[in-house]
């Protein structure tokens, strides 16, 4: 198995994922959607909310803030040495004390972790008018979004088959295909089509271009065929800002070794009861 990096940055990655299954591929996709865990607020004390908001909702808007998360340093409450009491390693506190008019964001919040904060400061949450006020507590907890959503570090996370283009000796060169191509995937060089260079990606196999060549009257075949490589995957990953998108990454993989060591383990200890 082989993964190539193309485009890499803190929001989003690119990768060609190589010799695997199209199951490991869907367990890879679904492992970064739903098992890398991250911070987000679980728990919403409101000692006051005069805006127009009722309390319920104003407590979902909250939950949905991305927040900076920094894995080395925390635990999940279930697994931390403070037996779920509540410390540093599992939890992180924010405070918002504000009085209209004025619009009340993420940025509004403070928290106790100076590390530890909204990834945006621009979401709004409520606009307060004079005399409206919100004093509110909230507490952020490490979890992953196979338990909700807002816990979910991937805002957009998939793959696509890889294309093969391959272009037989009939062709002649006549360009139907590279103008019915919706990505500009083709183009004509000398009596022949090909792809354009690095452009292969962008094919969505959508197989217009073999219809458009059996519309030149070239006869039953056409001269040109798009496959999809059953081991290869193009993956696209963006995170919401609170994991670096590669680091999603990481952890997917990471995920799927574990589960299957432990798989492993299950399956050698059944073989040796069974002896
Ligand atoms: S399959 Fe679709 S996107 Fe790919 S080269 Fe053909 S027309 Fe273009
Ligand atoms: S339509 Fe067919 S013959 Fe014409 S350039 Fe494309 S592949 Fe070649
Ligand atoms: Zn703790």
Not at 154 to 162: D, H, N, P, V
Request: with cysteine; aromatic share 6%.
């Amino acid at each position: 198995m082989e993964i190539v990096f193309g485009r890499v940055d803190d929001s989003i990655v690119r990768f060609t994922l190589g010799g695997a299954s199209e199951a490991y591929a869907n367990a890879l996709r679904r492992a970064m959607i739903g098992e890398v865990p991250t911070l987000a607020i679980e728990d919403v004390r409101i000692y006051d909310n005069t805006s127009v908001l009722f309390d319920e909702m104003l407590a979902h808007r909250i939950g949905m803030i991305p927040i900076k998360t920094d894995l080395a340093r925390f635990v999940r409450r279930e697994a931390c040495k403070c037996e779920g009491a509540g410390c540093p390693h599992c939890q992180v506190t924010f405070t918002l004390t504000m009085e209209g008019p004025g619009v009340a964001t993420s940025g509004d919040f403070v928290s106790e972790d100076p590390e530890t904060t909204p990834v945006d400061t621009n979401i709004p949450l409520v606009k307060l008018w004079e005399d409206q006020k919100l004093v509110i507590e909230a507490v952020a907890y490490l979890n992953t979004g196979t338990e909700h959503a807002k816990w979910q570090a991937t805002i957009a996370c998939g793959y696509k088959q890889y294309p093969v283009i391959e272009v037989t000796d009939q062709c002649d060169g006549c360009g139907m295909c590279v103008d019915e191509c919706p990505r500009n995937v083709l183009e004509v060089k000398g009596q022949t089509v090909r792809v354009v260079d690095g452009k292969a990606d962008a094919c969505s196999l959508c197989k217009l271009c073999e219809k458009a060549c059996i519309g030149t009257g070239i006869g039953e075949e056409s001269a040109i065929h798009v496959n999809a490589d059953k081991t290869k995957y193009l993956f696209t990953v963006e995170s919401d800002g609170s994991l670096p998108a590669q680091q999603i990454v990481e952890e997917g993989i990471r995920y799927i070794r574990k589960r299957s060591d432990e798989l492993i383990e299950s399956l050698q200890e059944i073989s040796m009861e069974g002896q």
